[in-house]
């Protein structure tokens, strides 16, 4: 049997242009180094309520995740919200719980984790260290797990991860690389309960 992953993500999840092919995101080699099968929704600039309006799909992201029915869901969004706050930090913290939730109980047979946001750099403006702690703090109270790793994913010196841009933060097929290496492995135990569940 062969196992579903559903992503309900941002470019970080869709490659952008960062990437040479779109197997070498790092949704798509996480499927190929468990053998499952993707669906993934990721939009460009995909937030909890920047650019909420998407029409990419035939429905919303989240939606499309649902109908896909996988066995393993994965938010992994979030970052494009600083641009909401601080004015906004108390409908950021609602719609992120009311998306956690609606997976969760759409999704009752499924594991649904929340993927900690991207950001390559081990020093953050406190915008972002705020969109951080919600994640971890929303999390928690849906009772979802909060799958760390990609905070500072690149260690001290990022440069050779990026794709060339001008605000240098998008990663190339080597940094894709690196995130499968980690979400990989923060993966495994869940992947693992599902498969035996199956």
Not at 90 to 108: A, F, I, Q
Not at 185 to 190: D, K, M, Q, R, S
Request: aromatic share 10%; with cysteine.
């Amino acid at each position: 049997m062969t196992l579903r992953l559903g992503v309900y993500g941002d470019s970080i999840s869709t490659g952008w242009r960062g990437i040479s092919h779109v197997d070498k995101r790092w949704t798509s080699i996480v499927c190929t180094n468990y053998g499952l099968e993707e669906h993934n929704f990721a939009v460009n600039g995909l937030g909890f309520l920047t650019k909420r309006d998407t029409d990419l799909f035939e429905k919303h992201p989240l939606e499309m995740v649902i109908d896909a029915e996988p066995h393993i869901a994965l938010i992994a969004l979030g970052a494009n919200d600083l641009i909401q706050l601080p004015e906004n930090d108390d409908k950021l913290r609602r719609t992120m719980v009311e998306d956690m939730s609606r997976l969760r109980d759409s999704l009752p047979d499924s594991q649904v984790l929340v993927v900690e946001p991207y950001w390559p750099f081990r020093e953050e403006p406190p915008r972002i260290r705020r969109v951080f702690d919600l994640h971890a703090e929303c999390a928690e109270e849906t009772g979802l797990p909060f799958l760390l790793g990609q905070y500072g994913v690149f260690a001290a010196d990022p440069t050779p991860f990026f794709y060339p841009e001008p605000d240098q933060i998008h990663p190339n097929d080597l940094g894709h690389a690196k995130l499968a290496e980690v979400m990989t492995e923060a993966l495994e135990p869940y992947v693992a309960r599902v498969r035996a569940a199956a």
